[in-house]
């Protein structure tokens, strides 16, 4: 019998249950109240004092190392090479399907990270400023494309965080409304030489296109200190979307400027089929074809449960 030791393929991840991670958090201070997790929460969304204390105060106390072993290095490089002293930005990305609850994860850990002693200025930037504006997706045939890595100006993207990571100053990203379903002209956020900014979107992971004549473009992700992949299985992410489909209609399809203000109007019947529409045609396949396929690529994979609640946790350690 061959008794050597067999060569498995190591996971690249350490992985934690719920307690296991919680444990980590060892002496992190919990900075924020109540008050707060009701106003960073998102629709259909909900956090509470647990799951900060519990999921987020870990990844906090972990940020903070890595956030100051990657400053050393940096300025190891720049002693080196004899250069003065530029700030540049720590990224963090928050990646993850549709409804899968980004936007929530992106503000709690702003929150937390601003408040760490040395009170860090930190910016948060969602990708959909770069979506380009529907009036050029109708014009491409792109509409039921949005979301997908056709329908952005990748381009612009790259620019504005090649930029940051060059340490420019008043670095200006585009704006978008989910209100009215599109770009706002002449709107923009600035981000001036923060400590950290945060890129939430579902395309944050991504890689390009294949080699063109022997050259490989640029990635979003090549800009990238920190990813985390936001994950849960497609049956509650299917549900958290048409259930917050269905609370929109509810309260902002009734605003009169809402793209989706039709669905405020219609049946109940009729809201729900064009939600289970949208979710089938346009943010599934996207999730299987294009975002899932990042999760390999992030640094932290945060998988949620029932309930909104994070059950497991893994951390890339190789
Ligand atoms: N049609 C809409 N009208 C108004 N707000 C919306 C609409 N769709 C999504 N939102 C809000 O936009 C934010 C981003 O949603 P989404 O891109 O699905 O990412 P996530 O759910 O992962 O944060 C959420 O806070 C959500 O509540
Ligand atoms: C605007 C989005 C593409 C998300 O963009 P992101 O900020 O992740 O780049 C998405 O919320 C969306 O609108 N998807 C299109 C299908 C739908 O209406 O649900």
Request: aromatic fraction near 12%; avoid cysteine; charge should be neutral.
């Given at each position: 019998?061959?008794?050597?030791?067999?060569?498995?393929?190591?996971?690249?991840?350490?992985?934690?249950?719920?307690?296991?991670?919680?444990?980590?958090?060892?002496?992190?201070p919990m900075t924020l109240d109540a008050a707060d997790l009701d106003r960073l929460s998102s629709l259909n969304d909900p956090i509470d004092m647990d799951e900060v204390e519990q999921i987020y105060l870990p990844i906090s106390r972990l940020l903070a190392f890595y956030v100051t072993a990657r400053q050393q290095l940096f300025r190891a490089t720049q002693r080196f090479l004899g250069h003065s002293e530029t700030k540049v930005p720590y990224v963090i990305a928050v990646a993850g399907s549709v409804a899968v609850g980004k936007s929530t994860t992106a503000r709690v850990l702003r929150a937390l990270l601003?408040?760490?002693?040395?009170?860090?200025?930190?910016?948060?930037?969602?990708?959909?400023?770069f979506l380009l504006p529907n009036a050029v997706l109708a014009r491409e045939d792109l509409m039921s494309r949005k979301g997908f890595p056709e329908s952005y100006d990748v381009q612009a993207l790259l620019r504005f965080i090649s930029d940051i990571k060059a340490g420019?100053?008043?670095?200006?990203?585009?704006?978008?409304?989910?209100?009215?379903?599109?770009?706002?002209?002449?709107?923009?956020?600035v981000i001036d030489q923060p400590d950290i900014v945060i890129l939430?979107?579902?395309?944050?992971?991504?890689?390009?296109?294949?080699p063109k004549n022997g050259r490989v473009a640029p990635f979003?992700?090549?800009?990238?200190?920190?990813?985390?992949?936001?994950?849960?299985?497609?049956?509650?992410?299917?549900?958290?979307?048409?259930?917050?489909?269905?609370?929109?209609?509810?309260?902002?399809?009734?605003?009169p400027q809402s793209y989706?203000?039709?669905?405020?109007?219609?049946?109940?019947?009729?809201?729900?089929?064009?939600?289970?529409?949208?979710?089938?045609?346009i943010n599934l396949p996207n999730l299987r074809k294009?975002?899932?396929?990042?999760?390999?690529?992030?640094d932290l994979i945060l998988k949620k449960g029932k309930s909104h609640r994070i059950d497991e946790v893994r951390l890339r350690k190789i």
């Open positions: 019998m061959d008794d050597r030791p067999r060569v498995s393929n190591p996971s690249p991840y350490a992985t934690f249950g719920r307690a296991a991670w919680a444990k980590l958090r060892a002496d992190t601003a408040r760490w002693p040395a009170t860090p200025k930190v910016d948060l930037v969602t990708t959909d400023g420019k100053r008043e670095v200006a990203a585009p704006v978008y409304s989910h209100l009215v379903y599109d770009v706002v002209r002449g709107e923009k956020i939430e979107g579902l395309n944050v992971l991504q890689t390009g296109d294949k979003v992700s090549d800009f990238i200190d920190f990813g985390i992949f936001l994950d849960a299985d497609e049956p509650l992410l299917h549900r958290w979307y048409v259930e917050r489909f269905m609370q929109l209609r509810e309260t902002a399809f009734r605003d989706f203000r039709k669905y405020a109007q219609v049946s109940k019947q009729e809201a729900l089929e064009q939600a289970e529409k949208l979710w089938a045609e294009n975002i899932r396929p990042t999760r390999p690529r992030a």
